[in-house]
């Protein structure tokens, strides 16, 4: 040792020799003051404290046969600081206590120091867990603040995208049928003046309620949202990603979409492309569109492992629910699972604007 742990030793070593010499109370005297001073001198080194303060209470208890009162209580004190730190150097400097016991010599300190160092380590993992809670809380709170500016987020966007898109086609709609209707009564024209300033105001208080639901979520994103034009690179994007064969075919004759039909179709075979590289990594994928009887039909289909059983039943799982509800949500349907071979297919039908 170096430094103040040196001379602390040093002094003891010092004390020791002298107490050899010494008569029996002045020698009890020097073996007390050796088990007390360490706490003392060493109370910021736990370790260092508790190892000699047990040495000169182990040698006061064995060379004396007399339990200093003052060292059994700087003991305790040392071994349950020492708990608080280490708990395998707390129980490491009890087991000269409970031999001792065994040979007779000390039955109050065997019982004791033990229990001082085990009160320590129990302080410690109590201090711990308080500690952990607090993370845990802090965690948790933030994780729902998260995942509620998130959720606001996107009732935002679906709310900017959809029915604020749906708002100002009424409106425009109402006032270009009031000024190319030829011989419209006034009454009507009326009619659809109010129409139009309903929709207009309804727009304002859209944009103010969107203004309360994004004012948690930083800037508003300026990126429009995707649509069919972005196939090609979503399919880029997940043949890049998966190393696999991803291919997109195009059946039939292209049909006008309302634009939130767009962004389902293309959510859902975002999804589904997500699905198939989690769950079939590498595998090839198609992707096919087909347009037929007013319709579009979306398949994404992979050739991963799959079951015996052909796809049927509702859909499960939170991302082929969330498919199953854009869908829905425009008058479409979907369904999907395993295939009959293997693989695994999404197939969603949505309505074209016509219908």
Same mark, same amino acid.
């Given at each position: 040792?170096?430094?103040?742990?040196?001379?602390?030793?040093?002094?003891?070593?010092?004390?020791?020799?002298?107490?050899?010499?010494?008569?029996?109370?002045?020698?009890?005297?020097?073996?007390?003051?050796?088990?007390?001073?360490?706490?003392?001198?060493?109370?910021?080194?736990?370790?260092?404290?508790?190892?000699?303060?047990?040495?000169?209470?182990?040698?006061?208890?064995?060379?004396?046969?007399?339990?200093?009162?003052?060292?059994?209580?700087?003991?305790?004190?040392?071994?349950?600081?020492?708990?608080?730190?280490?708990?395998?150097?707390?129980?490491?400097?009890?087991?000269?206590?409970?031999?001792?016991?065994?040979?007779?010599?000390?039955?109050?300190?065997?019982?004791?120091?033990?229990?001082?160092?085990?009160?320590?380590?129990?302080?410690?993992?109590?201090?711990?867990?308080?500690?952990?809670?607090?993370?845990?809380?802090?965690?948790?709170?933030?994780?729902?603040?998260?995942?509620?500016?998130?959720?606001?987020?996107?009732?935002?966007?679906?709310?900017?995208?959809?029915?604020?898109?749906?708002?100002?086609?009424?409106?425009?709609?109402?006032?270009?049928?009031?000024?190319?209707?030829?011989?419209?009564?006034?009454?009507g024209a009326d009619r659809l003046r109010a129409?139009?300033?309903?929709?207009?105001?309804?727009?304002?208080?859209?944009?103010?309620?969107?203004? !309360?639901?994004?004012? @948690?979520? *930083? %800037?508003?994103?300026?990126? #429009?949202?995707? &649509?069919?034009?972005?196939?090609?690179? /979503? $399919?880029?994007?997940?043949?890049?990603?998966?190393?696999?064969?991803?291919?997109?075919?195009?059946?039939?004759?292209?049909?006008?979409?309302?634009?939130?039909?767009?962004?389902?179709?293309?959510?859902?075979?975002?999804?589904?492309?997500?699905?198939?590289?989690?769950?079939?990594?590498?595998?090839?994928?198609?992707?096919?569109?087909?347009?037929?009887?007013?319709?579009?039909? !979306?398949?994404?289909? @992979?050739? *991963? %492992?799959?079951?015996?059983? #052909?796809?049927? &039943?509702?859909?499960?799982?939170?991302? /082929? $629910?969330?498919?199953?509800?854009?869908?829905?949500?425009?008058?479409?349907t979907v369904r999907a699972g395993a295939v009959?071979?293997?693989?695994?297919?999404?197939?969603?039908?949505?309505?074209?604007?016509?219908?």
């Open positions: 040792m170096t430094g103040v742990n040196g001379r602390v030793v040093a002094g003891l070593l010092g004390v020791a020799a002298f107490a050899v010499g010494a008569s029996e109370s002045t020698a009890l005297a020097l073996v007390g003051l050796a088990t007390t001073l360490p706490l003392v001198l060493l109370w910021p080194q736990r370790t260092a404290a508790a190892v000699l303060v047990t040495v000169a209470t182990v040698v006061s208890l064995t060379a004396f046969r007399h339990p200093a009162y003052a060292g059994l209580a700087a003991t305790m004190i040392a071994l349950f600081r020492l708990g608080e730190t280490s708990d395998r150097a707390a129980l490491a400097c009890s087991l000269p206590y409970l031999a001792l016991a065994v040979t007779g010599h000390a039955p109050v300190a065997a019982a004791l120091a033990p229990s001082a160092a085990l009160a320590g380590i129990a302080w410690q993992a109590r201090s711990r867990a308080r500690v952990s809670a607090a993370a845990r809380d802090v965690i948790e709170e933030s994780l729902m603040r998260s995942g509620a500016a998130g959720e606001r987020a996107r009732i935002a966007r679906e709310l900017h995208d959809v029915v604020a898109h749906h708002i100002s086609m009424i409106a425009v709609q109402a006032e270009t049928a009031r000024l190319a209707t030829p011989g419209l009564p006034p009454a129409i139009g300033d309903t929709a207009r105001g309804a727009l304002t208080e859209m944009r103010r309620l969107l203004g !309360v639901l994004r004012a @948690d979520t *930083g %800037p508003p994103e300026r990126a #429009p949202q995707p &649509g069919l034009r972005e196939l090609n690179a /979503l $399919v880029d994007a997940a043949r890049a990603a998966s190393g696999g064969a991803t291919r997109l075919i195009l059946r039939g004759t292209p049909i006008a979409l309302e634009p939130v039909a767009e962004l389902a179709a293309y959510r859902i075979v975002q999804e589904a492309l997500t699905n198939a590289r989690r769950h079939a990594p590498g595998a090839a994928v198609d992707v096919e569109f087909s347009y037929e009887g007013g319709a579009l039909r !979306v398949t994404v289909r @992979d050739n *991963g %492992p799959g079951a015996d059983d #052909p796809i049927e &039943g509702p859909v499960d799982g939170l991302g /082929l $629910v969330g498919m199953r509800e854009r869908a829905g949500a425009v008058g479409g009959r071979g293997g693989g695994f297919m999404v197939e969603a039908v949505l309505p074209g604007a016509a219908a």
